[in-house]
């Protein structure tokens, strides 16, 4: 079984930055792309950024310039560096990875989500 564990939200006034970290663990042969997806109260989630293994990356237009991802293949882990935050910023954030299994089947998991907030 993969889990994905997300950490490093919390407060932040605006204007602040934060650092998001999700890594994941269990038994599997391989991560392809990871990803940042948000959800704010009584809206639906909404695509945040992407990263290949490969490095290769891909922002929401409205994050990019503000946002950074990023991964280290060795940790499993996948980091969102959110500066110059809005309180529009404030939700719930998830990480989300194609896996693929030790059987080569391919899975797709979401972490449990870590809440940010964005004081004004």
């Known amino acids: 079984q993969v889990q994905l564990v997300e950490s490093g939200g919390g407060l932040v006034q605006a204007g602040g930055s934060l650092r998001l970290s999700c890594a994941a663990s269990?038994?599997?042969?391989?991560?392809?792309?990871m990803g940042w997806y948000r959800q704010a109260p009584g809206k639906q989630r909404e695509y945040v950024a992407r990263?290949?293994?490969?490095?290769?990356?891909n922002y929401a237009d409205s994050m990019k310039g503000r946002f950074t991802i990023s991964r280290d293949n060795v940790k499993n882990t996948v980091y969102l560096q959110m500066n110059s935050l809005k309180p529009e910023d404030t939700a719930v954030y998830y990480c989300?990875?194609?896996?693929?299994?030790?059987?080569?089947?391919?899975?797709?998991?979401w972490g449990q989500g870590t809440q940010v907030t964005v004081s004004s």
């Open positions: 989300d990875a194609d896996v693929v299994l030790t059987t080569r089947a391919q899975v797709h998991v």
């Open positions: 269990g038994s599997f042969f391989s991560i392809n792309a």
């Open positions: 990263i290949t293994s490969g490095g290769s990356t």
